[in-house]
């Protein structure tokens, strides 16, 4: 099957800062694919290469069959972008957001009225089609931003951080709509350092550390690759790790310490578990965890727990 988006080599220099150090991956229709990754790890400026906002400084990117640097404008007409900020014209109305920016498309003013009228009932904005962007809460102005994106019907959506500061009812309206443009066909590529996000919309994740890609697949099979199928928490102070190991040596199970907590990583499931809590209910803990493993997990054992500024 051709590839929606073809990246080979890809790579992205700010002077001496090297953002995204020569990377590969390939997208198809309908995937939904996530770059996840800490701050500074090249993802926002990944995303700004596809759809042609920064040049890229070598590789190769192939977008629907064209070639970015020679093709940006045709590329773009099938894109629609959902950029970190709320980059939404504030001396006009909701419903004026939406038809100005579908000029940019050639929409025709009755189609673009019609298209803006379904894009506000999508994304419950249609109480609002009169009401000036300062006068939205952070929510619906992201909702509006989406609606905006999907103005010209794209092929590829490209969302970058796109529920980053709402609350929980706003993040799982906007998870609920972007599900639901599945059945249309369109492919999403998102970022975002919302772990839940992922797990939720997408269905292969690549996962970015320095400018690179270290790990690509299905979020269900990296877990259970690299992380393990369960995870045990074990609250107690250093001293008693050794213990710990002496009581699950026969296992040969995978730890990690961090912080106050010993991490336990268990490959097969309940059975084993059970196995565990109870060697280990004689341990003096302060708390005791056990849960399934999560993309969380996937991405800390990947990119490590210690904070990095950048």
Not at 41 to 65: C, D, E, N, V
Not at 282 to 296: D, F, K
Request: charged share 25%.
């Amino acid at each position: 099957m051709q590839p929606i988006i073809l990246a080979k080599n890809l790579t992205k220099r700010f002077g001496e800062l090297t953002a995204v150090d020569s990377i590969d991956f390939t997208i198809h229709e309908q995937d939904y694919f996530g770059f996840l990754g800490p701050n500074g790890a090249g993802k926002t400026s990944t995303i700004r290469m596809l759809y042609g906002f920064s040049p890229m400084t070598a590789g190769q990117l192939k977008i629907l069959g064209l070639d970015i640097r020679t093709a940006a404008r045709r590329i773009k007409e099938q894109i629609g972008v959902v950029s970190q900020e709320n980059n939404l014209d504030t001396d006009l109305t909701v419903l004026e957001n939406l038809l100005v920016y579908a000029r940019y498309f050639d929409i025709p003013r009755q189609e673009a009225r019609r298209r803006a009228g379904d894009l506000m009932a999508f994304m419950q904005l249609q109480a609002k089609e009169k009401s000036r962007v300062e006068q939205l809460s952070g929510g619906m102005k992201r909702r509006l931003v989406l609606a905006r994106a999907l103005i010209n019907k794209p092929k590829i959506l490209l969302l970058d951080e796109p529920t980053t500061g709402l609350d929980p009812q706003a993040r799982h309206l906007i998870w609920q709509r972007l599900r639901s443009l599945k059945s249309g066909g369109t492919a999403m590529i998102l970022t975002t350092h919302y772990m839940e996000e992922a797990a939720q919309l997408c269905n292969r994740v690549a996962v970015m550390d320095a400018g690179r890609i270290i790990a690509t697949g299905t979020p269900q099979e990296m877990i259970r690759e690299r992380v393990g199928a369960e995870v045990l928490e074990l609250r107690i102070t250093p001293e008693l790790d050794a213990q710990v190991l002496r009581t699950i040596a026969d296992l040969d199970l995978e730890t990690e310490r961090y912080g106050d907590t010993l991490y336990l990583y268990l490959p097969e499931g309940h059975a084993l578990a059970k196995v565990l809590t109870d060697r280990l209910m004689g341990i003096n803990h302060s708390e005791m965890i056990h849960r399934q493993a999560t993309l969380e997990d996937l991405f800390l054992r990947l990119t490590g727990r210690e904070l990095v500024e950048t």
